[in-house]
């Protein structure tokens, strides 16, 4: 019994001093501090059993018995309290292309990470009438900006019964929301997960790209119609071994900091998608996939415009504002993956109904992208199932280890949007702000990876503007440097 309680002794007062002592931390200890508490830990042990042969000599059997069973019911309540005492109190952090943390027992899990999007535009070139329409009359100059400086925690607690995320881009100057959400991906058992905030609506195959994976530095332009980030509702899932994906939900147009007032402008969104062909890993993929959205707008106003695809420069087309009762979004996206080869293509129609607007009847617009890209090293786009979306591309080898080059990719897109269906010119119609029209761009892009979390971008643009008696061009060549973790 005596040798049973010295190392109850020796344990109970280990596990007391880890879960309740203020001097010890749980990680940061040194070897050297750690050492030196064990041996405090056995000394107190000594003393304790020194203590209990003196009451043993002095008050007997009896009483040695009476103070056996008082220890041992301090070893059992303080046995009780460990297994309350979770294992995930103890976090193992870890890089996996960013820093994560797990506890132990699973239960927890942490992320913390950014990207940093560095552009650069040079030689930026357009024509007499692109100045006089859309920069009044000066040239468009050269620039440098912060595309995307981002910083994130996400997460999930509690056996995975809560999810979250936490992001904030501050580029620009100020602190845009971009995913701030909590999830409940058992609140509905297998029907799906639940995730409320601000968040991207289910709607377009490059819109539920992260910006991290696009293949060229900006989004197509059909891009204008998708709706982006709101605050709302959503359920979604995977079934059928990942191979289809559906999401819904009901959002509030919030703008970038998640507030508005009034009835809002709510809207249904939805997304399916299917891969009826995923082999060898993701090396062969061909993924379809369509989205609706059904906003309510009461007689709010609405509308559309649209830059080539370069961000610092003005809107080349735009509807200004239309008075609208209902706007309606139709998408089609499809992509085919086959080793280093892909293609991937979008068409997005808005179709507007309008009662009181008195320069719009029922305007239709629309917009398409299309692109192929190949990979000169051999890789291949990273298609994850699960999201009906493409992913983090992982060289074969890192640049400068080894003598690893990186991954190579080449690509050329062309996109278009018409912005001009269902305009109504009256004699004294003031346009002031409407300067509908049509834009076609070309991209073309070189891609180097240095490493999964690193890339630098090359691009070269034209586009070609379409409004009235005029049909000119602007083009620039872009250069973007990323790193995001």
């Known amino acids: 019994m005596k040798k049973f309680l010295t190392w109850s ?7 007391s001093t880890l879960v309740f002592g203020e001097e010890v931390p749980k990680q940061t200890d040194s070897k050297a ?15 304790l059993e020194k203590e209990l042969d003196s009451k043993e000599q002095s008050s007997g059997k009896a009483s040695a018995s009476s103070s056996e069973s008082d220890l041992e019911k301090r070893v059992e309540k303080l046995e009780k309290e460990m297994k309350e005492w979770s294992a995930a109190d103890t976090l193992r952090a870890y890089w996996d292309e960013g820093l994560e943390w797990d506890s132990q027992d699973g239960r927890f899990h942490i992320e913390f990470g950014g990207r940093i999007m560095t552009d650069f535009a040079f030689w930026v070139s357009e024509d007499d009438d692109i100045e006089a329409l859309v920069n009044d009359g000066e040239d468009l100059e050269d620039w440098t900006e912060f595309r995307r400086a981002r910083l994130f925690t996400s997460g999930k607690l509690y056996s995975n019964s809560v999810i979250y995320k936490a992001q904030y881009d501050f580029a620009g100057g100020d602190g845009d929301f971009k995913d701030v959400y909590i999830g409940f991906p058992k609140l509905l058992g ?10 991207k609506e289910p709607f377009s195959l490059e819109e539920q790209t992260s910006s991290k994976y696009m293949t060229f530095m900006e989004r197509g332009l059909a891009n204008t ?38 009835d809002g ?32 707008l009461d007689d709010d106003e609405t509308g559309f415009s649209s830059r080539p695809e370069m961000h610092e420069t003005p809107k080349f087309v735009d509807t200004g504002d239309i008075i609208a009762d209902k706007g309606t979004l139709l998408g089609l996206e499809s992509a085919l993956v086959y080793g280093p080869f892909s293609m991937q293509g979008e068409w997005i129609q808005a179709q507007i109904d309008t009662e009181d607007d008195p320069f719009y009847d029922d305007p239709e617009f629309d917009g398409y992208y299309f692109y192929a890209s190949y990979f000169l090293t051999g890789e291949h786009r990273a298609y994850d199932p699960g999201d009906g979306a493409f992913g983090r591309l992982r060289p074969h080898q890192n640049a400068f280890e080894d003598g690893g080059l990186g991954a190579w990719e080449v690509g050329a897109r062309v996109s278009n949007v018409d912005l001009t269906d269902g305009l109504i010119t009256p004699p004294a119609a003031p346009l002031e702000e409407k300067t509908p029209g049509e834009l076609d761009n070309i991209a073309v892009g070189l891609n180097w990876y240095l490493n999964p979390n690193m890339r630098i971008m090359f691009n070269y643009v034209m586009a070609d503007l379409d409004r009235g008696e005029v049909n000119d061009d602007v083009s620039a060549f872009l250069t973007r440097f990323q790193i995001d973790f």
Not at 9 to 15: A, D, K
Not at 33 to 47: P, S, W
């Open 225 to 262: 119609f998708s709706p982006g980030r709101n605050t709302g509702f959503k359920i979604g899932n995977n079934v059928l071994d990942e191979r289809v994906t559906w999401a819904v939900g009901v959002f509030d147009d919030a703008g970038d900091f998640g507030e508005d007032t009034g």
């Open 33 to 47: 501090k750690t050492a030196e508490r064990i041996r405090q830990l056995e000394q107190r042990v000594k003393d």
């Open 9 to 15: 002794c020796i344990i109970v007062l280990t596990v």
């Open 190 to 199: 297998d029907i799906g997960t639940v995730i409320v905030g601000h968040q």
């Open 265 to 296: 402008d709510w809207a249904t969104t939805g997304r399916l998608t299917a891969a009826p062909w995923y082999a060898e890993d993701g090396a062969k993929v061909l993924h379809l996939g369509m989205a609706s959205s059904i906003r309510s």
